[in-house]
């Protein structure tokens, strides 16, 4: 049962324009939402959370926007860039005994030049 | 800075070896984790530890068994390796709490089983 949905696994964006990538959840019981960014043969990089009580989170061109009453979330690009090129993970943090983290399964950004 | 290390980038093995996977943590996180990545799967957890000597299954355990003795120190292993576990597989670690939210990782090991 997937707790973490991202739809969209490509999206291919013009530099500088804006790149928007989705995420659905089902657990409510998530207190924090992270966006994860992949190069391949690395590990995942931490890139920006927000709280499951806050509503937008920005961090230089970087935003995430969560929609509680609809279980989505969205990271805005914005002036997206060629170095932006990866796979993006959305992840929801649950605190149980031991924080556990669940993933969707990736969408790959391509931004072009 | 913090850092996660795992002992191997690439490994090749051949079916029915033993497999040892290794994770070094520096930063005193009470959370380690092992995941998989496969293509159009995601990040799938395999088995997580939140103090030493403690282990929890994750999503997909099945073939894997982990050992936490020391706070840094978490190592995954494949008893008999098979082809299906043929992955990218990729240590992490947290802190306990809201303080600091984020999972740390480790750069991957690229495991081929042949």
């Known amino acids: 049962d997937q707790q973490v949905k991202q739809n969209s696994p490509s999206l291919s964006v013009q530099e500088g324009r804006i790149s928007i990538l989705n995420c659905d959840y089902t657990n409510s019981m998530f207190d924090y939402f992270l966006w994860y960014k992949k190069y391949p043969a690395e590990g995942p990089t931490f890139l920006i959370s927000i709280s499951s009580i806050k509503d937008k989170n920005e961090d230089g061109r970087f935003t995430v926007f969560l929609n509680k009453s609809a279980k989505h979330l969205s990271l805005h690009i914005v002036p997206s860039q060629p170095g932006d090129s990866a796979v993006y993970f959305c992840?929801?943090?649950?605190?149980?005994?031991?924080?556990?983290?669940?993933f969707g399964t990736g969408t790959s950004l391509t931004v072009i030049p | 800075d913090v850092k996660v290390t795992q002992s191997s980038r690439y490994l090749v093995k051949r079916t029915g070896e033993k497999v040892f996977l290794e994770c070094v943590q520096d930063m005193d996180h009470e959370n380690m984790f092992w995941y998989r990545q496969d293509p159009g799967l995601g990040l799938r957890l395999i088995y997580f530890s939140y103090d030493v000597k403690m282990k929890e299954k994750g999503d997909i355990p099945e073939g894997y068994s982990v050992s936490r003795e020391k706070k840094e120190r978490f190592s995954l292993i494949l008893e008999s390796a098979s082809t299906n576990q043929t992955s990218m597989y990729l240590c992490?670690?947290?802190?306990?709490?809201?303080?600091?939210?984020?999972?740390?990782f480790g750069e991957g090991s690229r495991l081929t089983v042949l």
């Open positions: 992490a670690s947290s802190l306990e709490g809201a303080v600091q939210v984020e999972l740390f």
């Open positions: 992840a929801g943090r649950t605190s149980n005994t031991g924080n556990q983290f669940y």
